[in-house]
């Protein structure tokens, strides 16, 4: 084996691949596979339309009582001058007004595009906080039953079985009046922010399982890893080894599947305000007002439309944007 | 055994002439790992997967070994219970006069920076979502060491050793061939100055042209630090190229171990004869002098009794089913597992 010719090629090869060739850019950076993903959802024009809808639909929940103050309307306001001998309320499509933009409801007479507008508050914060506990909970449950294997992962695997096994409406039904009953009367008005609270912890409790199991095969696959080894051999403990090698290799399923657990939970908040045991008048929120509408739907389509067609909308743009980033974090996958 | 051993590589004097007069660094005495395997209905019903069973060699400061033999006899294992990422079944580590075969973590902590690995899949080995920096400062923060001059002068100049680009700091390893992934693979297990590097197949995964590269990296690097190399390979003209000392192991035992001259020039196992003459040799066409070994490895579940390598050996007798043979120097020559072992000069 011959030594001297391969020094040239020493040089050759240290020079940087995939420099620019005209020379023009000395300033070469090393872009993150974090940077090149950011290229590609910029690139998609799916992810930027259901992107821009998500973060005006967000600001204008963030913003309500800006708007509220804004628009002139409170979420309880009654506008009982404004309805008919029926309760139903004067004009064409559900009394569409320049001071009610999307008219007033049947009955108590409120305005309900500021209704929508608390209603989305409401329901992005119950999705976001029940995603993120989800998520956290899958996340450290996942990554140490993949990576310590063994006992852990199968006392970790039969609560996710049991969890999983639990049909959830069943559970939710029995349990959201039951707590509420625990902690106050069954005269006493229960406050929004603890239903709020029993949503939120309902969902926790059911949801971090699908994470969970995604986290754990990913970590499984990732464990054998000689990158894994090579901190282990230099003498990584078990937090290093979890939180700083393996961690960052699976940001990218669980931003999808955060990005897709959002609108399930706006979905099943709404599925469970619309049961009754979701949150209770006078808090505005989405699945109660589209439970209420049932009844006009003849009478008042309007009703029904407006709140209908934002949480399509919301839910919509969030699957959207999931998809693709889940392409843009992962070019390699098939669609 | 070990005895034996260590008086017959004390009289052999290291090919070379790099760190001639080097303490022994490294010794290990009767190591074993035997794998449980599932299955019968008591646990640990299945059996055992022989997979190292019984070695003895001992690596000096500044020496290579170079550990070859074919797939599945034990070489990579026998590298991961060395830097302690398999726990041993058996036998002992001895590294600096201390014995480390089941030390934990803490103390471990000092050992690791005397005893680093470099894995043989550069794609594999290096977290795609670090940057080069923190990949080889990596063993420095778990250490909680700081270089004086800062983490990232030290990782600069480290780079720079394996002939890297230092102002590669900032990128990440998708951006990078094989050969550079090595160099920055054992850059990462220089991070911490270590005595011994066990090489588990470096070049394995490399072009031919790149392997070169990378060996002579290591071969300067020995020279300049001083490095002692535990060389694991199945190629046996790198190992000529850059061992000093060869052991060839089979089905987890070794065969024959001795001098690099000794090794290649007159080896004394049927089983080394056969290996070599493996080697493509593109001056001589046709299977001349080429041994053919009939049947498969026999499983490590399972081993023959007396000699492993009986099954496959032209000269097995009935002597070497039921003894069998130690690895001692016999004739003066290098240690070899053999009831009767061949002599003269290769061809």
């Not at chain 1, 992962?153 to 049909?167: H, M, Q, R, Y």
């Not at chain 1, 931003?255 to 979701?278: D, N, R």
């Not at chain 2, 080995?125 to 063993?139: A, E, F, K, Y």
Request: hydrophobic content about 45%.
């Amino acid at each position: 084996m011959s030594l001297s010719p391969v020094e040239g090629v020493v040089l050759a090869e240290t020079t940087p691949v995939g420099e620019d060739p005209t020379g023009s850019d000395r300033e070469f950076v090393g872009r993150s596979p974090g940077q090149l993903a950011w290229a590609r959802l910029k690139r998609d024009r799916t992810a930027m339309i259901s992107g821009a809808v998500l973060v005006f639909l967000m600001i204008v929940a963030i913003a309500a009582p800006l708007i509220a103050r804004l628009y002139g309307v409170g979420p309880n306001d009654q506008f009982q001058d404004r309805l008919d001998g029926n309760s139903m309320p004067l004009g064409y499509v559900g009394g569409i007004t320049g001071d009610h933009w999307f008219g007033l409801e049947p009955r108590l007479g409120r305005d309900i595009f500021i209704r929508m507008v608390y209603g989305m508050r409401t329901s992005l914060f119950i999705a976001f906080a029940a995603a993120l506990i989800t998520s956290a909970i899958g996340v450290v449950l996942g990554i140490l039953a993949g990576f310590l294997g063994g006992v852990v992962d199968a006392v970790i695997g039969w609560i996710t079985d049991v969890a999983l096994a639990l049909p959830f409406l069943i559970f939710a039904l029995a349990v959201v009046p039951t707590v509420a009953l625990r902690f106050y009367g069954p005269r006493d008005e229960v406050p929004a922010a603890f239903q709020v609270a029993v949503l939120i912890g309902v969902f926790a409790a059911f949801g971090w399982t699908s994470t969970a199991r995604l986290v754990r095969g990913q970590v499984i696959s990732l464990r054998e890893r000689e990158f894994v080894e090579a901190a282990r051999a230099s003498g990584a403990g078990l937090g290093h080894m979890l939180f700083r090698q393996l961690l960052p290799n699976i940001w990218a399923p669980i931003l999808v599947s955060f990005s897709l657990a959002v609108p399930s939970y706006v979905t099943g908040e709404a599925a469970l305000s619309f049961l009754g045991i979701g949150i209770l008048e006078p808090t505005a929120d989405f699945g109660r007002m589209i439970f209420q509408s049932i009844p006009y739907l003849q009478t008042d389509p309007a009703y029904v439309f407006f709140p209908g067609i934002t949480i399509f909308a919301l839910v919509l743009a969030f699957n959207l944007f999931g998809d693709a980033l889940r392409d843009a974090l992962d070019p390699k996958s098939s669609r | 055994m070990s005895e034996n051993v260590s008086t017959a590589t004390a009289t052999a004097p290291a090919a070379g002439g790099t760190g001639a007069a080097g303490a022994t660094l490294l010794r290990v005495e009767g190591l074993t790992k035997h794998f449980p395997v599932r299955g019968g209905l008591k646990p640990g019903g299945g059996g055992a997967v022989r997979a190292v069973d019984g070695l003895d060699f001992e690596v000096r400061a500044g020496e290579t070994l170079g550990l070859v033999g074919e797939s599945g006899c034990g070489k990579t294992t026998t590298g991961r219970m060395l830097v302690r990422l398999l726990e041993p079944t058996g036998g002992k580590i001895v590294f600096e006069d201390r014995d480390i075969t089941h030390a934990g973590r803490r103390e471990l902590r000092p050992l690791r920076q005397d005893l680093q690995i470099i894995f043989q899949d550069p794609y594999a080995s290096l977290n795609p979502r670090h940057t080069v920096g923190r990949i080889v400062s990596m063993p420095l923060e778990v250490n909680g060491i700081k270089p004086p001059g800062g983490v990232k002068r030290r990782v600069q100049e480290l780079l720079e050793l394996v002939g890297l680009n230092p102002e590669h700091y900032n990128r990440y390893p998708h951006e990078f061939s094989g050969g550079q992934r090595q160099r920055i693979g054992i850059a990462r297990a220089l991070a911490l100055r270590p005595k011994l590097i066990v090489a588990d197949e470096p070049v394995s995964a490399l072009d031919v042209s790149i392997q070169a590269q990378v060996i002579n990296l290591l071969r300067d690097l020995q020279r300049e630090l001083g490095l002692a190399f535990v060389f694991i390979a199945h190629d046996l003209a790198v190992v000529r190229h850059f061992c000093q000392r060869v052991a060839v192991m089979y089905l987890g035992k070794i065969v024959e171990i001795g001098d690099r001259t000794e090794i290649y020039e007159r080896p004394r196992h049927p089983y080394t004869r056969a290996l070599l003459s493996a080697i493509p040799d593109v001056t001589q066409l046709g299977p001349a002098g080429r041994i053919r070994l009939t049947g498969d490895v026999p499983t490590p579940l399972n081993p023959p009794t007396g000699c492993r390598f009986r099954t496959r050996c032209w000269k097995a007798q009935d002597r070497c089913a039921t003894e069998e043979p130690a690895l001692v120097a016999r004739d003066g020559g290098a240690p070899v597992a053999c009831h009767f072992p061949e002599s003269g000069e290769l061809r």
